[in-house]
């Protein structure tokens, strides 16, 4: 399957006014997206899931690590080429919707595409409103529209540009049960008739339940994803394009891991299963003394300067 999207290591640290207040709102972040799938990203408040979403869609930078979109190094984008990009290939619904309150809904859909220099405006205007079954609303501003027609304008106008990407944050976090699943029904048509590829946020375990895969996010990492199958339980740990596997706290806990495991491992099909055989202290591995402005990451065994509390190099918590 083609690759749409693509994060490694992305790691995203808003600083505070000395290194103790920073605040690490993601870890060490891999995501891929392919063509024509929808993903939800779900966890609790807190998380980093909104900050994940602008981080992949570049509305915001991230500190450390790497994010391509249909094979275009988007971190490596001037800020100039970056909202040009993002224009083309990327499109966004939110919470609350952004429509322009003073425009009638046909102009708000048609803003991005003459932003974009783009031809036959009514056209396609027409095509999408009618899409997502708006059509005769297209003269009424957003404070005549209800919430549902609300949301299904701005899905219509996050694709006036005809992207590849939808990506998306609570989207139907302001919706009552039923209109909730009218926008996520529209969402999984286009996602099937378009080959639309799409990443939704959302705390909502009904809707995250639609998608092709659920990944779940806690404490700004991806701990776990797990494939839409109502028949299992199980949650798959992915392994990094590094080799790393992040595995919960709580999970290391109920089975009496500590710092360092050795797996035993058993596969099936394209399936790999692991089983702690033994446990073992971490190893201490430093290439010159330890000085006493420093201390030992006990997940990476390296040194840091003694004042952090998040490790520089793998991301760990340090107590």
Known sequence: MTIALAAHDVFKIYEGKDQRTDVVALRGVNVELHAGEFVSIIGPSGSGKTTLISVLGGLI?????????RGTTITSLQTNQL????????????QISNLVPMLTLQENVMLPM?????????KRTQELLSAVGLKERRKHKPAQLSGG???RAAIACALANDPEILLGDEITGELDTTTSQEVMDYLKDLNKERGLAMLVVTHNEQIANQADRILRIKDGSVLTQRLRDETSTEELYEISVKGRITIPEELRRQVGLE???EFRTSSKGDHLKLYPSSVKSPPIVTKEPIKAS??????????VPQQIIY???????IN
């Open 259 to 261: 710092r360092l495991v």
């Open 114 to 122: 003459k932003v974009a220099g783009k031809k036959g405006l009514k």
């Open 61 to 69: 930078r991230p500190t450390a690590g790497t994010i391509f979109i």
């Open 83 to 94: 909202v040009q990009f993002r224009r083309e290939h990327i499109g966004f619904v939110f």
């Open 294 to 303: 420093e201390k030992i990451c006990p997940v990476c065994s390296r040194t």
């Open 149 to 151: 027609e609300l949301q």
């Open 311 to 317: 490790c520089i190099h793998c991301g760990n918590k």
